[in-house]
DNA sequence: GAAGTTCGGTCAACAATGTTGACTCCAGCT
DNA sequence: AGCTGGAGTCAACATTGTTGACCGAACTTC
């Protein structure tokens, strides 16, 4: 019976990285043992990947262990003890960064309209990764993370391309702002927004963003 | 005697679907039951009460059946019985309200103020709530009811006070701001927005939302 | 008034979860 | 050869949400 499900679930998330990992793990032991410590590298190297994918598409809560540990071909208690928790796993597993080049490249006053750009095209694993950080941070390290990202993904980009007193204060109102928009497309949901077509959106963010970073003086 | 129980629970709990349950439940031996043992009807409302708390001080997955039970001074398995599970305890218990009269009565060109100022004043239990629904909001249920707690406590009530071909996208970008307001300061916990003092954040919030909801055309 | 039904309450159990400890196995060093 | 240390396996633990069996009291029906 458990088999059973573990086949299917393995069967039904075929990826390539997965078969990989396990031909490496499972078909040639003899030579990967040959070098150095083993396999060790390797299955640490899995079960790394296969966190990453499964917290990224199903979030903190709904990965468990015992799937992490079945998607890496090996045993949920191997899992532990490379990483010392499933918490600890799931920070080590879940960063997200992006390029800050755009940001800086952009001149400045187009960086609304830049920022705009670059959240929304922002998709994929960054919104995994995203969306299981605001999820998760019900878990105090979980939050810290979530903060720690917040404040070096957005404010202090921003704050350094911007001059004068209430620099940081125009910063961080402009990474609520950012934060916010994705708070409305992937935690909330807003179907109205992710309805619009892209260049609207683009533009009315992009200069809401730019009057945030650099106020008109009306 | 039966009305005067009735008006009273309903006033304990303030939800019309729970009303509704509660009488179709409650229906015969409610009179009896309180005379005699008085748990029953009382049970449920401890459970949840004791629910409530919980989950908006602890949040959906460290809050605990049994912690819920032993709050409530009952049994872990009737507050399955009671509520038909975890999860719809939560939905039954976490909603987010607020007056929309303040939205209304303002006149429209103090409209961001006003919306900034309501946001900043919110605390307490709605901060609990909105935080629980967030962090919960991997759960998909638990996801439909934020949509829908976004959609009738921002969007509708904005929408409704503005005209114009594109009202809906300003009431939905002014909601996606209000909403990354409180992501800021709740969930990613910027420091900084924090720290500074409320009358200037009501103020920069305030012009800010009433850009995006009535636009200054430049 | 007696029998039956219903419903709240209690207890024990279940499967699934994260985690730990005991044990095996094997490479590399002394 | 013998020892050490680390990777892997297996069984168990406590805790989680949830279910089923039983109990007792009260309302319904005869």
Redesign the interface.
Known sequence: MTELLETRTQSASGSCERVNAQLRTARTPILARMLQTGSSVSTRESIHSAAAQLFRSR????TTVRQIAAEAGTDPALVIRHFKSKELLFLETMHLTLDDEPLLDVPLDRLGEGLAELLLDLGGSARGVF?AL??????PHI?DR??DT??HLF?EPLRRRLTGPDA??RA??A???????L??LW???????LR?NRG?LVS??GT?LQ??LAP?T?
Do not use: I
């Not at 979030?59 to 709904?62: E, F, I, K, L």
């Not at 605001?134 to 878990?139: A, D, F, M, R």
């Not at 935690?187 to 927004?193: I, K, M, S, T, Y």
């Open positions: 979030g903190y809560s709904r969306l605001v999820h998760g941070s019900n878990e939050h979530l903060r917040h404040e404010v940081d204060v961080r109102m990474a609520a702002v950012a934060g916010g928009l708070y409305a935690v909330a949901g807003d179907q109205g927004l619009m609207e009315r963010y809401l009057d945030v008109r009306s």
